[in-house]
């Protein structure tokens, strides 16, 4: 298994994208991701710009989900298959393991990580499957330690998810090294005092 997966998803414009008559400068073919050059498009006197360009990228998954109706439709659960499925493997196994959600206010993190009561995203999926099966232990282990931090960083801010309260109150917490554990958030609520 690869230390490292990356995968991008496409989403459906808003409405307001839709009412300012934004168009999709995305295309999606397998593993790859073509971004047009849109500013050009408008042009009316036929003149080729020799900087239009289609910059292709590649990545480990891609995803369209712009298009319910399209036949590569990349639903919830495909999403939770290639990604969710991994995660919950490596946890088994006793890998710490990570999910992180990268993008700009409005590109679809929250989601694609949450979902909505009918459609749910990768969180509430992982720990479903963390939680559902006892056949997943390794033989003679009958139990296991599970512990989670779900985080928020904004503008330079991190912020414990996890915690009650109001969501404008939460306290931006500290990023700090620890010599021999490595990286943690500090003045995040120990899972066992969580409530």
Known sequence: MANIKVAIRVRP?????????????????????KIRNAKLDGRTDGHVDSREKLLEFCFDYCYWSADPAAPHYASQEEV?????VSVLSGASEGYN?????YGQTGSGKT???????????LTPRICQGLFRSEDSFPDGQNS???????LEIYN???????????Q???????????????PYVQGEIPVDQRK
Do not use: W
């Open 168 to 182: 404008k109150k939460r306290p931006s917490l500290k990023v700090r090294e620890h010599p021999e554990k490595g």
């Open 97 to 101: 393991v990570c999910l992180f959600a």
């Open 144 to 150: 296991s330690r599970v512990e989670i931090s779900f």
């Open 111 to 121: 989601y694609t990580m949450m979902g909505t009561p009918d459609s749910l995203g």
């Open 80 to 84: 939770f298959q290639d990604l969710g």
């Open 13 to 33: 414009p808003n409405a307001r994208e839709s009412a300012d008559g934004g168009r999709l400068a995305v295309q999606v073919e397998d593993k790859f991701v």
């Open 156 to 166: 330079e801010r991190v912020r414990d998810l996890l915690r009650r309260g109001d």
